[in-house]
C-alpha cells in the first residue's frame, strides 16, 4: 500500500485550483449556471451554505442557483485570498472580502477535490458576513 501525498502547496497544483476558482467567480457575477454547475460535485453529499439560503445535495444548489437573480454580487473588494492545495487532489480556497454598500467583511470557503473522470470539484462551500464590531 503507498502512501498517501499531502504535500502543501505544490506551485502547479495551487495554480490549477487558482484558475477553478477565477473560473467559478466568474459564472458567479455572469449568473452562467452551467460553468456553477460544472464546478460542483453532482452529488446529494455537496453542500453550500449561502448568505440566504442552504443547498444541502447538488439538486438544492442548483434550484437557488437558477432563482438568484443576476447581477454583480455582493464582492466590492477582494482582502485576501488563500488557497491550501495537500498533494495534488485535495484543496480549500479562503476569500475575506468587503461586501459592497456595508460595514461588513464577507467570507467564502470552499473545500475542492480532483476527481478522476471529472477534475476539481467543489464538495462543500460556505459564504457568510461578519459585523466588524466585536460582540463582546
Known sequence: M??????????????EVRQFFERYETALVEKDVDT????????????????HENGYGFDEIHQH???RPPGPGIKEKRIRLEILTLGRDFATVNLEFKVTGKDLIGRQ????VRFP?????????HVSTV??????
Open 65 to 67: 442557483r437558477v432563482a
Open 117 to 125: 473522470d471529472e477534475g476539481w470539484k467543489v464538495v462543500a462551500a
Open 36 to 51: 456553477l454547475d460544472e464546478t460542483f460535485w453532482r452529488s446529494p453529499h455537496a453542500i453550500r451554505y449561502a448568505l
Open 109 to 112: 470557503s470552499q473545500t475542492c
Open 131 to 136: 459585523n466588524q464590531q466585536p460582540l463582546w
Open 2 to 15: 503507498t502512501t498517501p501525498d499531502y504535500t502543501p502547496n505544490l506551485p502547479e497544483v495551487v495554480e
